[in-house]
């Protein structure tokens, strides 16, 4: 059973940056095609970025390219999301998902994710 554990979510300013992390365990990360996902009140939830499993190919939301940067240690188990430039506006609870398929260009549908973490709020305000 793959299970995934986020952390670093908190409150920062409008510009400020944050560093998401997410620890997985159960299978190994080369069979492990991994986002991020973020859900706000009362919205849908939207993918934010992909990463494949060896990590040397990534996807991102229009909304977040350009701020966002996900990577991965398979060594340490672990899925960033570095966010820079924050706005109010990627105010939410923050997703880690892993799927063992290969999701592309399918990628930002929840659905197609087995595995999901519990999620990390991120809030952007003064």
């Known amino acids: 059973e793959v299970q995934l554990v986020e952390s670093g979510g908190g409150l920062v300013q409008p510009g400020g940056s944050l560093r998401l992390s997410c620890e997985f365990s159960g299978l190994p990360g080369s069979r492990l095609h991994m986002s991020w996902f973020r859900q706000a009140p009362g919205k849908e939830r939207e993918g934010v970025a992909h990463?494949?499993?060896?990590?040397?190919?990534?996807y991102y939301a229009d909304s977040v390219k350009g701020r966002f940067t996900v990577s991965r240690d398979n060594v340490k188990n672990m899925l960033y999301l570095q966010m820079n430039s924050l706005r109010p506006e990627d105010t939410a609870i923050y997703y880690c998902a892993a799927e063992t398929r290969f999701l592309a260009p399918n990628w930002s549908r929840s659905s197609m994710y087995t595995y999901w973490g519990q999620g990390t709020q991120v809030t952007v305000s003064v």
């Open positions: 990463i494949y499993n060896s990590g040397f190919t990534t």
